[in-house]
Every structure is written in structure tokens, then in C-alpha cells.
């Protein structure tokens, strides 16, 4: 499989809640960093528990993947019915059809207020 269709395929598999299906694209090893809440995951059955323990109510629609050789982008968007709508830049290392290491960063649409200085200059989303 190829990197981009391993990361999709983790997309798919978290929206389907297959819990095992996510696990077998994981390295045993994998460490993944939230940089915004200062998080790092070490381990598959972690980043699979914290991933299936997150409060239901959510869906992943899938904005884009662009890969780079065994590095993987991804860019979702994560509604949820009472927490907001999130979005997340994934970056992903693909070696040999699993992820050996991501780095995520997670917000929620409108977390970051734009400051009234930039109004002259910006378009609202």
C-alpha cells in the first residue's frame, strides 16, 4: 500500500470505528505528538485507545491528502455535534505500509481570534 493510501485508510478506518483496523496501520512502537495541548502518544494501543475513548458525536470528512514520498499531509475536519467543529494538519511517516510517527495539530474552527489590527487586511472564513 502506498503512503497516501495508508493515511486514508486510517481516516477511513477511525470514521468506521474500527478500532482493530486502525491498529494494524500503526507501528507497535509509533509516537504521536499534539503539539497544541503538549501531548505526545507513545505506543499503538494508546493512540487507539485515546482515539476510541474521545466522546461520540463526532464524523472525519477528509479535506486532502498530499503525499511525499513516506511522508504523508492530511488535512480533516472533525465536526462534532456538541464540542465544535475541529480541523487537524497531520503529518505522517509511512515506512513499509504502517505509520511509524505522526505529528497533529488539532484547533477548533475559530479558537485563534483574529485580532482587530489584521480587519483592513483579512477576509473572514
Known sequence: MEPSETVRTLW???????WAGVGDLLADDVVVEWPVSGERIVGRENYVRVNAEYPEGWSIDVLRVVPSGEVVVSE??????SMGIHRVASFWT???GVI????EYWTELG???SPAWRAPFVQRL
Open 12 to 18: 477511513d478506518r477511525m470514521q468506521q470505528r474500527d
Open 76 to 81: 480533516v475536519e472533525v465536526p462534532h455535534v
Open 94 to 96: 509511512v515506512r513499509d
Open 100 to 103: 511509524t510517527a505522526g505529528r
Open 111 to 113: 479558537a485563534d481570534p
